[in-house]
């Protein structure tokens, strides 16, 4: 079985990306201090926000476009649209945090962070991203931004599992200083001591203000389009009839 391709990205069993990463102002010691960023492509096209409840189709058509690699590696086995349809339907909700990666005002990639005790301080996060979008620089940011989530809720121990053969992702992992073990076929990567600081307040702050910002200005792009859309057919050169 062969490893991803590096800068790929996808946890717990997905294909992950390993980018190489510059030190920002987050925290790899759990605090919120200096953290790997990776900031994404200079593209006023790409941006990362948090999905609201009612934001469920999303996921849904970003997991169903997921190839049947991607799928398995994502879930730790293959899985219909059946399942994608169901796991989206719970995918948003009291239990957990989605952020979303937007490529052109559509959904490529998701961070999903899910609460696994009762006291919210402990949680389990699951990445994956659509195979024409991998090796961009997205993977290590959507990491980052999934950790600040994390640590500005309370959670102080995260932890991931995906296919050992996923070594990109349990690089990223080993960057944020997570401790990976692997056992056969399957291996788990976890961060303890997380708490929320300075950092990773205004980073979560400043990058959804930036987002909504951006996504305020395409669905106006978009509206607009659809505006045009009937002048523009109107005006389209029509095809004539030759003469007998």
């Known amino acids: 079985m062969h490893a991803p391709a590096p800068d790929t990205l996808a946890t717990p069993h997905g294909r992950p990306e390993a980018a190489a990463p510059t030190l920002g102002q987050g925290g790899a ?15 006023g096209e790409s941006f990362v926000r948090r999905l609201h409840p009612d934001e469920q189709d999303l996921v849904r058509h970003h997991l169903g476009r997921l190839d049947a690699r991607s799928r398995r590696l994502r ?12 796991y989206a ?19 490529r ?5 899910h609460f696994t005790s009762r006291t919210g301080e402990e ?31 309370g959670v102080r121990r995260l932890w991931l599992t995906c296919l ?7 690089a990223i992992a080993r960057k944020f200083g997570a401790r990976v073990t692997v056992v056969g076929d399957e291996a788990t990567a976890e961060l303890g001591d997380q708490h929320p600081g300075p950092g990773s307040l205004s980073r979560e702050f400043a990058e959804e203000g930036a987002a909504s910002v951006l996504a305020m200005i395409d669905r106006r792009q978009r509206r607009f389009a659809r505006l045009l859309r009937p002048f523009r057919r109107a005006a389209a050169p029509t095809a004539t009839q030759s003469p007998n």
């Open 29 to 43: 010691s759990g605090r919120g201090g200096l953290v790997p960023d990776a900031p994404l492509p200079a593209s």
């Open 89 to 107: 339907e719970a995918s948003i909700g009291l239990r957990g945090t989605v952020i979303a990666l937007f490529v052109g005002g559509v959904v």
């Open 109 to 113: 990639g998701v961070a999903e962070l």
């Open 123 to 153: 949680a389990e996060i699951a990445f994956s991203i659509e195979p024409d979008h991998q090796g961009q620089g997205h993977g290590t940011h959507l990491f980052g931004r999934i950790l600040d989530a994390a640590r500005n809720r």
């Open 164 to 170: 050992s053969e996923n070594r990109p992702i349990l």
């Open 75 to 86: 879930f730790g086995n293959c899985v219909n649209d059946a399942f994608i349809e169901r």
